[in-house]
């Protein structure tokens, strides 16, 4: 049994409902949490951007500034029109849902935030390869379900991390209820220990590291 089963039903079930309700009063999003990291990995070279997913285009914003140019690329209709929204007046950025892997290159860098298990993985990290130049970077964030033992211990150590990472975040509990568009959600199916191998297969030298927060994190520079 997973572990994150046998702590939800634990005593009954009352450790994780006490989990949850303060999850609830110290929210973070696991995938925002990662735009720094994002950020603090850019290429040196920084004339174009992709972002695949690119969601309600926090992340697309956020690299607006340090390139000469940013797509965002997302196929669900209500997220791409809340990433035109967020970008409006921004020239360097545009925001499309054609199939990502039909967009031309190069560019300098390819980014995905929980997006890579939505794909078949192996042909977007071709396309990956494929559209990057030389020198230029990927970074991504994902999931994976829980298999091995050190699979199930990283998530242990995620759930039980949770709500401190939230508290020093922002400590006051939250009273915001302004609802939040949520993003399209589809559940894991390739454990890590598989992806990091088809990564690795498709983009040598690639780097697959375990985060807490329930996620994994790919970088890779494509060689000169």
Avoid: Q
């Avoid at 607006?64 to 970008?87: I, K, L, Q, W, Y």
């Avoid at 890579?116 to 379900?145: I, K, T």
Wanted: charged letters at 25%; hydrophobic letters at 40%.
């Amino acid at each position: 049994m997973a572990l994150r089963t046998w702590a939800e039903e634990f005593a009954g079930g009352t450790v994780a409902t006490g989990m949850a309700r303060l999850n609830a009063r110290h929210p973070w999003s696991h995938n925002d949490h990662f735009h720094s990291w994002i950020l603090a990995n850019l290429p040196a070279r920084r004339r174009g951007a992709l972002d695949v997913g690119c969601g309600r285009g926090e992340l697309v914003a956020s690299l607006s500034p340090r390139f000469e140019a940013v797509r965002g690329n997302d196929r669900d209709e209500e997220m791409r029109r809340h990433a035109t929204a967020r970008c409006a007046g921004v020239a360097n950025v545009t925001v499309d849902g054609r199939p990502w892997a039909e967009v031309t290159g190069p560019v300098d860098l390819v980014t995905m935030v929980a997006v890579l298990h939505h794909l078949d993985v192996a042909a977007a990290l071709a396309d990956v390869r494929r559209l990057l130049e030389p020198g230029g970077r990927f970074l991504a964030v994902g999931l994976a379900p829980p298999h091995s033992a050190s699979d199930h211990l990283w998530d242990l150590a995620s759930a039980v991390t949770n709500p401190v990472i939230g508290y020093v975040k922002h400590p006051w509990p939250s009273t915001d209820g302004t609802p939040v568009t949520p993003v399209p959600i589809k559940d894991p199916t390739m454990p890590f220990d598989e992806l990091r191998e088809t990564v690795r297969d498709v983009l040598p030298g690639a780097s697959v590291r375990r985060r807490l927060g329930f996620r994994h994190t790919i970088e890779w520079t494509k060689p000169s």
